[in-house]
């Protein structure tokens, strides 16, 4: 029984593998906080929801992440706004460029989320063309 559940695991686990890191950290995150509230919505089975809980909110965040990085990306190459919105228009993220460090070869990226109207992410984040120089002593 060890072993099935080993082997189910590292199947479950093997797409991370080709993800990068902002997908790595959407799923973690979306993971953790999707298994804590299932297994606090989940009254009779705990484990069930958790498990329920963990595995969707690994997929959602880790699908928020790639649209993150997907336009940050898109922001820093064409050098403006960049916004995308839900079908249902309650979901908006919208990347800025900022700042170009012609040393570093890179871009800061303004991104903000909304949902419903309301913001609930406001971070700058460094996008760089494929490897950043630094001078290193």
Same mark, same amino acid.
Request: hydrophobic content about 35%; glycine content about 12%; charged content about 25%.
């Given at each position: &029984?060890?072993?099935?559940? /080993? $082997?189910? &695991?590292?199947? /479950?686990?093997?797409?991370? !593998? /080709? +993800?990068?890191?902002?997908?790595?950290?959407?799923? =973690?995150?979306?993971?953790?906080?999707?298994?804590?509230?299932?297994?606090?919505?989940?009254?009779?089975? #705990?484990?069930?929801?958790?498990? $329920?809980?963990? !595995?969707?909110? !690994?997929?959602?965040?880790?699908? $928020?992440?790639? $649209? *993150?990085?997907? /336009? *940050?990306?898109?922001? @820093?190459?064409?050098?403006?706004?960049?916004?995308?919105?839900?079908?249902?228009?309650?979901?908006?993220?919208?990347?800025? #460029?900022?700042? @170009?460090?012609?040393?570093?070869? +890179?871009?800061?990226?303004?991104?903000? =989320?909304?949902?419903?109207?309301?913001?609930?992410?406001?971070?700058?984040?460094? =996008?760089?063309? *494929?490897?950043? @120089?630094?001078?290193?002593?």
């Amino acid at each position: &029984m060890k072993k099935a559940v /080993a $082997i189910v &695991m590292m199947l /479950a686990l093997l797409p991370l !593998a /080709a +993800c990068t890191q902002y997908h790595t950290e959407g799923a =973690v995150t979306g993971g953790a906080v999707g298994g804590v509230a299932g297994a606090l919505l989940d009254h009779k089975n #705990p484990w069930r929801g958790g498990v $329920i809980g963990a !595995a969707l909110g !690994a997929v959602l965040g880790a699908t $928020i992440a790639d $649209i *993150s990085y997907r /336009a *940050s990306r898109e922001a @820093y190459t064409t050098g403006r706004p960049v916004e995308y919105r839900t079908e249902d228009g309650r979901g908006v993220y919208r990347a800025e #460029p900022l700042d @170009y460090d012609a040393r570093t070869r +890179c871009r800061k990226i303004h991104e903000r =989320v909304w949902e419903d109207g309301r913001l609930v992410k406001d971070q700058v984040r460094e =996008v760089c063309e *494929s490897t950043r @120089y630094e001078r290193g002593y």
